[in-house]
C-alpha cells in the first residue's frame, strides 16, 4: 500500500520551461514533507522541504507547493535547465526532525536543451 | 569534505549465498540509515542506527538481514543465504542526531542475485 505516490514515472520538459512534479500522500498524519534529487550512480540529495503549516517554500528556482486537503504536493522548477534532469522523489513523515520517511517511487525529470 | 561511500558499488551473487554490504558516514554523524530500493518501488526504510545502536530495525524484512555498526561510524548490512527478491539497490544514508530530516545518501549498492 503507497502511502505516497508519484504517479507520474517521467516527465520531459523543454529548457527555460516550467517543470511541475506532482506528489499525492494518503495518510492525513504527515505533516512533513521532502524532495530529493537523484543522478545516476549517485545517492539522492535532499533539495527542498515544507512542513504543513505552511503552503508553499521557495528556494532559488525551486518551488514546493502544499496542498493539505488535496494530500498533495508539487515540486516546480522553473526556468528548468538541463542540469535539473534526474529522478526527483518525494518523501512524508508524521513530523519534522524526525528520521522515518516515506518514500515515493520518483519521476524521472528530462529537460530538452 | 567527504561525503557518504559504500562499497561493494555492485554486487552479483548466487541465490543461498551470503553478502556484506559496507557504508562509511560522513564523519561525526551520529546517526546512520540504511535503505533498499527495488525496481519499481520508493526507497524503503531498513533499519535506523543511533551511534553503534540500532533502537529501530523495524524496516528488516526478515531474519536474515542484519546489520551492525561499529566506534559508531562504519556499518554493515549483512544478507545471509540471499533470495531473487532481494535484488536491489541498497542505500545508506548518515546525518546529524539533530538534523535527522537532511539525510546525505550515499551511491548505493546495486545487488543482484542469480
Known amino acids: 500500500d503507497q502511502q505516497v505516490k508519484q504517479n507520474s514515472p517521467s516527465l520531459s520538459v523543454q529548457e527555460g520551461r516550467i517543470s511541475i512534479l506532482n506528489c499525492d500522500y494518503t495518510?492525513?498524519?504527515?505533516?512533513?514533507f521532502l524532495w530529493y534529487k537523484k543522478y545516476p550512480a549517485e545517492g539522492p540529495t535532499f533539495l527542498i522541504s515544507?512542513?504543513?503549516?505552511?503552503d508553499k517554500n521557495e528556494d532559488g528556482r525551486f518551488t514546493v507547493f502544499l496542498n493539505k486537503s488535496a494530500k498533495h504536493l508539487s515540486l516546480h522548477i522553473v526556468p528548468s535547465q538541463p542540469g535539473d534532469s534526474a529522478v526527483y522523489f518525494c518523501?512524508?513523515?508524521?513530523?519534522?526532525?524526525?528520521?522515518?520517511?516515506?518514500f515515493g517511487t520518483g519521476t524521472r525529470l528530462k529537460v530538452l536543451a | 569534505g567527504a561525503g557518504v561511500s559504500q562499497s561493494p558499488s555492485n554486487k552479483v551473487t548466487e541465490k543461498g549465498k551470503d553478502v556484506e554490504l559496507r557504508c562509511d558516514p560522513i564523519?561525526?554523524?551520529?546517526?546512520l540509515y540504511w535503505y533498499r530500493q527495488s525496481l519499481g518501488q520508493g526507497l524503503e526504510f531498513l533499519i535506523y542506527?543511533?551511534?553503534?545502536?540500532?533502537?529501530?530495525k523495524s524496516g528488516l524484512p526478515s531474519d536474515r538481514f542484519s546489520a551492525e555498526r561499529t566506534g559508531g561510524s562504519v556499518s554493515t548490512l549483512t544478507i545471509q543465504r540471499t533470495q531473487q527478491e532481494d535484488s536491489a539497490v541498497y542505500l545508506c544514508?548518515?546525518?546529524?542526531?539533530?538534523?535527522?530530516?537532511?539525510?546525505?545518501f550515499g551511491p548505493g549498492t546495486r545487488l543482484l542475485v542469480l
Open positions: 515544507i512542513s504543513s503549516i505552511k
Open positions: 518523501a512524508a513523515s508524521v513530523a519534522s526532525g524526525t528520521y522515518k520517511y516515506i
Open positions: 542506527f543511533q551511534g553503534n545502536s540500532a533502537p529501530d
Open positions: 564523519s561525526g554523524h551520529t546517526a
Open positions: 544514508a548518515s546525518s546529524l542526531l539533530n538534523r535527522q530530516e537532511t539525510q546525505y
Open positions: 495518510n492525513s498524519m504527515f505533516d512533513y
